[in-house]
């Protein structure tokens, strides 16, 4: 029998897809399952379950961040702006937007931890990703200052400048508050580095 004192921590913890879906139905067989845990798992299948004519093994949470850094690079360009709001849309139905409506506050709540599991997750790549932590095409690593501020900088890009800059500002809010209290949580110290825009 599974001790459940840790949870749902314990699920927010682990990145493993599928050690995650076994926790879910684990806990969905016990005593102690309630209503976020039945959304838990419409967030587990909406972000990693198979869909016709793609790849196994997608991570739409990873697939739709890396959709909006594309953006982000591009985000000054304004005949490209509606096909940029076209794919913006999509993110926010990968992201679980809409699912989270039809729950209400629970729904707000499952959605905004599996924004902050995201955001962790997509950072701990970041880290151990050597060509993200370099420079000069990958010859000099980034000192770790450096490091920390090009991830905050581009977490304040993609959460908050790529949706204003698009006029979606106020529907991007729970991943800016995933961002700001994920990256504070992980770099308290930076908290005076005026380099990164992020929220404090």
């Known amino acids: ?24 139905r684990e806990r969905l067989k016990s005593e102690e399952a309630d ?3 039945q959304i838990r798992m419409k967030f587990w299948e909406l972000r ?5 004519k793609m ?26 702006k509606q096909q940029h709001l076209k794919s913006l ?38 880290r151990r990703d050597s060509k993200y932590n370099t420079q000069l095409l990958g010859i000099v690593k980034l000192k770790p200052e450096r490091l920390v501020e090009k991830i905050g900088n581009e977490l304040w890009k993609i959460s908050v400048e790529v949706p204003q800059t698009l006029e979606q500002g106020a529907e991007f809010a729970p991943l800016v ?10 770099y308290p110290k930076y908290k005076k580095d005026e380099a990164i825009k992020l929220e404090r």
């Not at 990693?48 to 016709?52: A, K, T």
């Not at 949470?61 to 890396?66: L, P």
């Not at 849309?89 to 699912?99: N, Q, R, S, T």
């Not at 508050?177 to 992980?186: I, L």
Request: proline share 2%; hydrophobic share 35%.
């Open 35 to 37: 209503e976020k845990d």
């Open 89 to 126: 849309e999509i993110v926010k139905k990968d992201f679980g937007f809409e699912l989270a409506k039809e729950y209400g506050t629970a729904g707000e709540e499952v959605l905004y931890q599996e924004l902050c599991h995201g955001v962790g997750f997509y950072m701990e790549l970041c």
């Open 177 to 186: 508050a995933a961002c700001k209290d994920v990256f504070w949580a992980q």
């Open 55 to 80: 790849p196994e093994g997608v991570d739409y949470f990873i697939r739709s961040w890396m959709e909006m850094f594309f953006i982000s690079k591009k985000l000054g360009s304004s005949w490209l």
């Open 48 to 52: 990693y379950g198979q869909r016709e």
């Open 1 to 24: 029998m599974r001790d459940w004192s840790k949870w749902p921590q314990e699920y927010y913890e682990t990145t493993e897809r599928e050690e995650r879906l076994e926790m879910l």
